[in-house]
């Protein structure tokens, strides 16, 4: 689950009321799979469109899906551009000065290095991850060489290209990645716990929203139909409520 390093245009606050309008507008990034992306008929999907349909059913809301590109994913939300974030966003104390969450509707969960052989340096090493994300910060931190890109695929692509020596992202984004290479790329070092489960972003002002989506999130956990998205999304070793 990524977290963005919020920028000053992420401070302004807009007029709000989503609950007012005739259309909730869901924002995701549609390029993380398979939290969310864009399938073959250039239409949003994955587990969080799944997921924001059936919340938006249960609430009786009508609801439309807006993509945006990660980096001014919130400063869109602040200014009005659309009335939620549902984009594989951890809950932070960070993002919580600048808006709202409700509760998660997804477990904490581990981030992950891969690279082109099992030694691959990635304590030392060069090592790629996605932009203003918390495993980039994370990579900051430590002895490695960080290389930043704007997308998911352009990390693993720097790994597979020889540019860098491994890409630092969540877990369950990699595993598949890793599943399908056919013995290209490995998981190389320990898992590493980062982030606090995932939640909707909501401006701060929408109270009444997020009360809302957190009854319908409570409900699906309660009939046990959240638990049953996340394995048929993550498999059976996803962490559940």
Known sequence: MKTLTLTTAALALAATGAL????????????????????????????????????????????????????????????????????????????????DFTQDYYPPTESAYVGASEDADWETGVVAAQAATIQAAHVAEGDAALIEFATPEETVAAVRNGEADAVFADYDYLRPIVEASGGELSFVGEPVPLGGGIGMGLRESDTELQETFNAAIDSMKEDGTLNEMLVKWFGEEIGQY
């Open 20 to 99: 007012a309008q005739d259309t909730i507008r869901m924002g995701t990034e549609g390029a993380y799979p398979p939290y969310n992306f864009l399938n073959d008929a250039g239409e949003v999907d994955g587990f969080e469109i799944e997921l924001g349909n059936e919340l938006c059913a249960r609430a009786e809301l009508d609801c439309e899906w807006v993509t945006n590109e990660w980096d001014s994913i919130i400063p869109n939300l602040v200014s009005g551009n659309y009335d939620t974030i549902m984009a594989g966003m951890s809950i932070t104390d960070e993002r919580d000065e600048v808006i």
